[in-house]
C-alpha cells in the first residue's frame, strides 16, 4: 500500500534555531496537512496545502511557520526559530485524489519526533 | 469556536470487555472520522460516517453517527489485546473542511 514518508525520524535542536522537517505525500494525493502531537496529547491541526497554497491554518500556524512544496513529490514544514514548546512530533498527512468538497480518508506518515533544547 | 469533546480520555479494561469511546461537538458536522492509533505509532484511519443515523460495522467495532449529527461513538465487543491504542474522532464542520479532533480516549487491557 503506498505510504507517506517522512524525515528525519527524530530531530534534535537548540532553541532559536531553524528546521525542516521533510515529507514525501502519496503520489497522486492533491491534499497535504501537518499535524503536531505533544506527547499522550491529543493530535492538532496546524495546515492544509492544495494547489500549491495554504488552504486553512490553524493559530499554532503562527508567522515562525511555513509551509513549501519545493517540487512534485516533497512537502516541507519550516520552522523559523524553535521554541521549547515546538518540541512534540510532527505528523505529514495526505489525502484526496479528485475535488470533492469533502475530507476523505487521511493518511499519515510516520511522524518526526523533534526535540527543542 | 468548533470543538469536539471526547470522553472518556482513558479507559481500563479487562481482555474480552467492551469498550465504549463517545464524541460530542458543539456543532452539527457534515461527516466523522475515526482513528486508531498505536503505541509510538502514527493515527490510521478505520472509517468514516456521513449520514445521519448511521451505523457501521467493521467486524467486532461499531461506529455510529447521531441523528443530529452532532455526536458519535465506536464500540468494541470483546476487546483483544491487538485492540491497545488511542482512538480518536476527527469532525468536519458545515462550513470549513478542517477536521476537528476529539482529545482521544486511550484503551488500556488491563494485565
Known amino acids: 500500500e503506498p505510504e507517506v514518508t517522512q524525515t528525519p525520524s527524530h530531530q534534535v535542536t537548540q532553541m532559536g534555531q531553524e528546521v525542516i522537517l521533510r515529507c514525501v505525500p502519496i503520489s497522486n494525493h492533491l491534499y497535504f496537512y501537518w499535524y503536531r502531537q505533544i506527547l499522550g496529547q491529543k493530535v492538532e491541526f496546524l495546515v492544509s496545502?492544495?494547489?500549491?497554497?495554504?488552504?486553512?491554518k490553524s493559530e499554532i500556524f503562527d508567522d515562525q511557520f511555513s509551509v513549501e512544496r519545493p517540487d512534485g513529490s516533497n512537502f516541507t514544514l519550516k520552522i523559523r526559530s524553535t521554541k521549547l514548546e515546538d518540541s512534540a512530533m510532527y505528523f505529514c498527512a495526505s489525502s484526496g485524489t479528485t475535488w470533492t468538497g469533502d475530507n476523505e480518508k487521511l493518511f499519515f506518515g510516520s511522524g518526526t519526533q523533534l526535540s527543542v533544547l | 469556536g468548533q470543538q469536539v469533546m471526547q470522553i472518556p480520555q482513558y479507559q481500563h479494561v479487562q481482555e474480552g470487555e467492551d469498550f465504549t469511546t463517545y464524541c460530542n461537538s458543539s456543532t452539527t458536522l457534515s461527516n466523522i472520522q475515526w482513528y486508531k492509533q498505536r503505541p509510538g505509532g502514527h493515527p490510521v484511519f478505520l472509517i468514516q460516517l456521513v449520514k445521519s443515523g448511521e451505523v457501521k460495522k467493521q467486524k467486532r467495532l461499531t461506529f455510529q453517527f447521531g441523528e443530529a449529527k452532532k455526536n458519535s461513538s465506536l464500540h468494541i465487543t470483546a476487546t483483544q489485546t491487538t485492540d491497545v491504542g488511542t482512538y480518536f474522532c476527527a469532525g468536519e464542520g458545515d462550513s470549513n473542511y478542517q477536521l476537528i479532533w476529539g482529545a482521544g480516549t486511550k484503551l488500556i487491557i488491563k494485565p
Open positions: 496545502f492544495y494547489n500549491n497554497e495554504i488552504s486553512e
